[in-house]
């Protein structure tokens, strides 16, 4: 009797197992496709580009045309599919009707008349665009990477890394991975819930805020600069105007010219200020454990004490607050 309950055991699970595998086979069913749209502009351009999921690509191209390059890819998920359109037809079907629009020198892609079209859709979009071209571009999962346009950029990721060169003012954020900008020739505002950022030849204003991650931003021009992080090292360079700096844990370094008040503060790590020219600034600083040190005389009235400093620099002038639960203070 122990024999055969064994026996029908064995051949239940392999029923089952079969199952599985005809079920995992049927999940994974996948097609995939493309297409590719040459549209005529003339002069400047705005383009909104948007997936669901995939890869979003940006790069300069010839006057007067958008040259646009799709990858479509489809599966066939749990659940979906059964009475509706397979992966081959869905890719059929936008290959058919590629989402684009173009109403005089705007253009829309990936904005589609049927949304259940690109149920377990992925498009990545590669796209050639004249210089002169400002661009909206959207993702709910995958990377962004835009170069060479000289109006403005704003750039979002559900969940992906970004990347911007040579543009104009930018405005990038992601939910989950890193925002790097390179000569951007206005204002920066940078924004990720969990990951790096970096930007470098920033003409403009600053803001730079993360969930989790490090700050490094250096300034070509003039601005206010307000960085943030929940837990990460602070690095601002080439600044001219105000700066409000903060972290939970890291260091806070700025180096520039002080032309409005600068407020830095870490709750756990040292701050470091290098100032350009001959400054003339209140100095306000204070530390729960750690030294202070300052390379200008600073007019002290009143009672020293061992971990704060305060007092007007060189006849006085913008207010540079400085605050550190633990950490040294450094200015120089």
Do not use: C
């Amino acid at each position: 009797m122990t024999t055969t309950m064994t026996r029908a055991a064995a051949v239940l699970l392999a029923v089952v197992a079969l199952g599985r595998h005809d079920v995992a086979v049927a999940a994974e069913q996948r097609a995939e496709g493309g297409f590719e749209r040459s549209l005529t502009v003339s002069g400047s351009a705005d383009l909104e580009v948007r997936t669901g999921s995939g890869r979003i690509e940006i790069r300069p191209g010839n006057a007067g045309r958008v040259q646009i390059t799709a990858r479509i890819v489809a599966n066939d998920g749990w659940g979906s599919g059964r009475g509706g359109l397979s992966p081959e037809e869905r890719v059929r079907r936008i290959e058919a009707n590629p989402p684009v629009t173009q109403s005089g020198n705007r253009i829309r892609i990936g904005v589609p008349e049927d949304d259940d079209l690109l149920r377990n859709v992925s498009i990545s979009y590669t796209i050639s665009v004249p210089s002169d071209t400002a661009v909206v571009s959207r993702t709910g999962s995958g990377s962004i990477e835009i170069e060479g346009v000289r109006r403005q950029v704003d750039a979002h990721s559900g969940s992906g890394s970004i990347r911007i060169r040579d543009a104009g003012a930018v405005k990038a954020g992601t939910g989950s991975g890193s925002i790097t900008a390179e000569r951007v020739g206005g204002a920066f505002d940078g924004s990720s819930g969990s990951g790096s950022i970096r930007g470098s030849g920033v003409a403009g204003a600053i803001t730079a805020h993360t969930g989790s991650g490090s700050i490094e931003v250096s300034q070509d021009g003039s601005g206010d600069v307000s960085a943030t992080s929940g837990s990460g090292s602070i690095v601002l360079s080439g600044v001219n105007g105000g700066v409000q700096a903060s972290t939970g844990s890291g260091t806070v370094r700025v180096a520039g010219r002080q032309t409005a008040d600068w407020e830095l503060a870490s709750s756990s790590g040292g701050i470091v200020v290098e100032l350009a020219g001959q400054p003339a600034f209140t100095l306000d600083a204070r530390t729960g454990g750690g030294r202070i040190e300052t390379a200008y005389p600073v007019a002290v009235s009143g009672t020293l004490e061992r971990r704060s400093l305060r007092g007007p620099v060189n006849g006085g002038g913008p207010l540079l607050h400085l605050r550190t639960s633990s950490g040294s203070i450094r200015v120089r």
